[in-house]
Nanobody
Framework: VQLQASGGGLVQAGGSLRLSCAAS????????MGWFRQAPGKEREFAAA????????YYADSVKGRFTISRDNAKNTVYLQMNSLKPEDTAVYYC??????????????????WGQGTLVTVSS
């Protein structure tokens, strides 16, 4: 599957953005999906994940209550709604797809496909 992330940009602290990740192929609904992010000078880290049906969602503590992950399997798209953005949310955001569910949803090695990333910059 090929993943194309979009929706990044420059926003002031307290603002909102919605990221999208469009997937190619007819089997999008069979993939567990995640969003990761990499801030300047830091390692890539887990942000959010969603089960195949969308029934279960998972968040890093740093984004819980502010970010919402969702998916539309009919549109082959996963979203990340980001509210109350902070300067520390500045990062390149990557979407990723896993062929198998895993309890270790925050582990990058469990994901098989990655998008190219979209830059989110939050100004103070």
């Amino acid at each position: 599957v090929q993943l194309q992330a979009s929706g990044g940009g420059l926003v002031q602290a307290g603002g909102s953005l919605r990221l999208s990740c469009a997937a190619s192929g007819r089997t999008f609904g069979s993939y567990f999906m995640g969003w990761f992010r990499q801030a300047p000078g830091k390692e890539r880290e887990f942000a959010a994940a969603i089960s195949r049906s969308g029934s279960f969602t998972y968040y890093a503590d740093s984004v819980k209550g502010r970010f919402t992950i969702s998916r539309d399997n009919a549109k082959n798209t996963v979203y990340l709604q980001m509210n109350s953005l902070k300067p520390e949310d500045t990062a390149v955001y990557y979407c990723a797809a896993a062929r198998r569910d895993s309890a270790v949803y925050y582990y990058q090695g469990n994901y098989d496909y990655w998008g190219q990333g979209t830059l989110v910059t939050v100004s103070s």
